[in-house]
């Protein structure tokens, strides 16, 4: 007798989308990986500065192409099911090193955020925990085809709301951070595994897969 081989586990990239050293966004990924990884996901956790790039100027991707840091953020996507992303809120919105680096991986073609399922979360000393930034965050993701998860998380008064051990201190929100990590793991597995019909997605009504591909970035 014969049984089926167990399926792979699912690869989530956790990436810290932020350059400051001791950043909570960077604790905030660290503890979402752990979870996930306790969760039975494959976890490639990553920071900002690994994917190092200029501002986007089409002048500069005529002359040079996508630079080197932008196909390398491409090809950690392209290896994963899913992806969550760990940011900061700057100013009630998205801090613009994150929007240039979507900027620039938006022009790879096959564009790699279409289709991938997206968790966003975030930590800040404010009394929002940087729920500004997220919602303005889902903005160009969505646009790009991106299944971001209904459920964000974001902590309050990060600088203290974290233990040494890098819980977070208060119990209700590390448990209600983990039931969150645990239901999109759910909804990745059952998308990545169980759909029977291939699904079409549209960026807008009327489109078809014969259509010209959208620029992303342009003037």
């Not at 494959?42 to 630079?67: C, K, N």
């Not at 009630?92 to 991986?105: F, H, L, Q, R, T």
């Amino acid at each position: 007798m014969t049984t089926d081989a167990l399926p792979s586990p699912l690869r989530v990239l956790v990436l810290g989308a932020s350059l400051r050293t001791g950043s909570t966004n960077a604790r905030l990924a660290s503890l979402v990986g752990r979870m996930m990884a306790e969760a039975g996901a494959d976890v490639d956790l990553a920071a900002m500065r690994e994917f190092d790039m200029p501002l986007y100027d089409g002048d500069l991707e005529a002359a040079h192409g996508v630079p080197d840091g932008a196909l390398a953020l491409r090809d950690r996507l392209e290896q994963c099911d899913a992806f969550a992303l760990s940011s900061p809120e700057y100013n009630a919105s998205v801090p613009g090193m994150v929007k240039n680096a979507i900027d620039w991986v938006s022009r790879v073609r096959p564009q790699p955020f279409k289709t991938k399922h997206a968790l966003l979360v975030s930590a800040s000393p404010s009394l929002v925990g940087g729920n500004r930034g997220l919602w303005a965050l889902r903005v160009p993701l969505e646009h790009l085809g991106t299944r971001v998860y209904p459920d964000m998380f974001s902590l309050a008064a990060a600088h203290q709301g974290f233990t040494e051990d890098g819980q977070l201190a208060d119990p209700g929100l590390h448990q209600r951070l983990g039931e969150t990590v645990t239901a999109f793991l759910s909804l990745v597995e059952a998308d990545v595994r169980y759909v029977c019909l291939q699904r079409r997605w549209y960026e807008f009504l009327g489109d078809c897969t014969e259509a010209p591909i959208t620029l992303r970035a342009e003037d």
